[in-house]
């Protein structure tokens, strides 16, 4: 069974900074791009930032220069996210496509993290 974890979300204020990480397990034999997704109360879930197996980067035009994406390990990415603002308040997803052991490639995503931005 393959899983995929979030973990780092937080109440953090304005201007500040936070890392979100997620790492996949279980019978994995190979995962293909990683990304986070975030949705805000409302609206639909839209794409932050993917990072291919080569290290190829793709930021939301919102994010960049705030966010950098990075990948560890083949099964572990991270968001580290600067100079915060209240809009980027939403519960953060990770995606990963996979090929798991016995099965099929397909997309993974994790439960989501809440990051909020408020004074």
């Known amino acids: 069974q393959v899983q995929v974890v979030e973990s780092g979300g937080g109440l953090v204020q304005p201007g500040g900074s936070l890392r979100l990480s997620c790492a996949a397990s279980g019978s994995i034999f190979r995962i293909n791009d990683m990304g986070w997704y975030r949705q805000a109360p409302g609206k639909q879930r839209e794409l932050v930032a993917d990072?291919?197996?080569?290290?190829?980067t793709n930021y939301a035009d919102s994010v960049k220069g705030r966010f950098t994406i990075s990948r560890d390990n083949a099964k572990k990415v991270y968001l580290q996210m600067n100079s915060l603002k209240p809009e980027d308040t939403a519960v953060y997803y990770c995606?990963?496509?996979?090929?798991?052991?016995?099965?099929?490639?397909?997309?993974?995503w994790g439960q989501g993290t809440q990051v909020t931005v408020s004074s």
């Open positions: 990072i291919t197996t080569t290290g190829r």
């Open positions: 995606y990963a496509e996979i090929y798991p052991i016995g099965g099929s490639t397909r997309g993974y």
